[in-house]
């Protein structure tokens, strides 16, 4: 009887043990504590067009690789429904200075899914191949001309095309053997609102578990809430194209949050997320990839990022956050900045001793 008892505590003892050194594991990145101040090459600005956000991923011959939205001043900085593109940028580091060298995607056409616009793009490198994750939309048959596509850029969302427009908004995929292209898009989007979201499938933000399956995190709006909130979603599949199931549990559900990038971490076998909510960017985490918390280091900045030069910079709107990781550490913070009438994206630099 005392061996079984002894052998019954032994076990309670060391389930909680390893639960507490898992808790304990998947919240000690502190990226706040990471952060070094901006340079100037630091800054990835375009005279003719409006930069945003960004994806970086390693390339052959020491090249870093940015793929990222951009579309035409003279659409003003709403033309972004209506004339992004995704453009492809190469550097000798993960934190610039980046030099444009094609664009990759614009909208495909009438007929498609994604006939106007290319936005928000991801890169990711799975089984051999370059997969380029992005969001697009369509009039929904309507026909259209140039013209037509210049007056929604600057119209309400009350208009009802550019309602349309917000509405149609899907996730999809491009696929290549080489970062050079050419890409493949598949003909439909990866997956349609359900669960946890409605209206839109947009932002999307994917990697591989321990378990082989492919997690995608995507926002749509909050169903049945008459206020403008926005939710995140978890949907899996066991293929970076699809088919893609939502799970019922939003991966946030209590924040109006946009823009989350994940990836998952092999050494301490946790997932990350980071995310925009307006006013600072924030870092959840998952063991599962379905049931996602608040990081112990949940903070990561407001908007206020220190210069090289001692200033700070202080925009109007610090969006689209993406984590760089090389071997397994985090690199860099790229962050979409919109001040006054400029935007472009900042790349931060990340140092462990910090």
């Known amino acids: 009887m005392n061996k079984i008892l002894i052998k019954f505590l032994l076990t309670v003892f060391l389930s909680c043990y390893i639960g507490a050194v898992s808790q304990e594991t998947q919240n000690n990145l502190d990226i706040n504590k990471m952060m070094n101040p901006l340079s100037k090459e630091g800054v990835f600005r375009d005279t003719v067009y409006y930069n945003w956000g960004g994806s970086i991923i ?5 090249k870093y690789h ?74 929904g048959g309507k026909e259209y001309t140039h013209q037509d596509l210049i007056a929604l850029s600057t119209a309400s969302l009350k208009d009802e095309n550019r309602g349309l427009l917000r509405k149609n908004q899907r996730t999809g995929v491009a696929v290549s053997n ?7 898009r598949m003909e439909t989007p990866l997956l349609e609102p359900s669960g946890p979201i409605a209206n839109i499938t947009v932002n999307p933000a994917i990697d591989q578990g321990k ?21 995140q979603a978890i949907a899996i599949s066991k293929s970076p194209t699809g088919p893609f199931e939502i799970q019922p549990n939003p991966v946030i559900g209590n924040l109006d949050t946009e823009d989350v990038s994940m990836w998952y971490d092999d050494k301490e076998a946790v997932f990350y997320a980071v995310f925009h909510a307006h006013s600072y960017i ?27 030069e001692g200033a700070f ?21 790229s962050l979409a900045i ?7 994206t900042i790349f931060i630099p990340l140092h462990k001793d910090n």
Do not use: C
């Open 66 to 139: 940015l793929f990222y939205s951009r579309w035409k001043r003279a659409y003003t900085f709403n033309g972004w429904l209506t004339f992004s593109e995704i453009a492809h940028a190469v550097s000798n580091a993960p934190t610039g200075p980046w030099k444009y060298k094609e664009t990759v995607l614009k909208g495909r056409g009438k007929g498609h899914w994604d006939e106007i616009t290319a936005h928000n793009p991801k890169i990711k490198y799975f089984n051999g191949k370059y997969y380029l994750y992005y969001i697009a939309t369509n009039l």
């Open 178 to 184: 080489s970062i050079n292209g050419p890409w493949k």
């Open 58 to 62: 390693k390339g052959e011959h020491g």
């Open 211 to 231: 378990d082989g399956n492919y997690y995608l995190i995507v926002k749509g709006d909050k169903p049945n809430e008459k206020r403008f909130i926005r939710n």
């Open 338 to 344: 919109k001040k006054g009438d400029d935007s472009y």
């Open 313 to 333: 910079l202080i925009p109007n709107r610090m969006e689209r956050p993406f984590v760089y990781l090389e071997n397994n550490q985090p690199r860099v913070l």
């Open 282 to 308: 924030g870092l959840m985490t998952s063991i599962d990839g379905l049931n996602w918390e608040k990081a112990e280091n949940y903070h990561i900045t407001h908007k206020e990022i220190k210069l090289k």
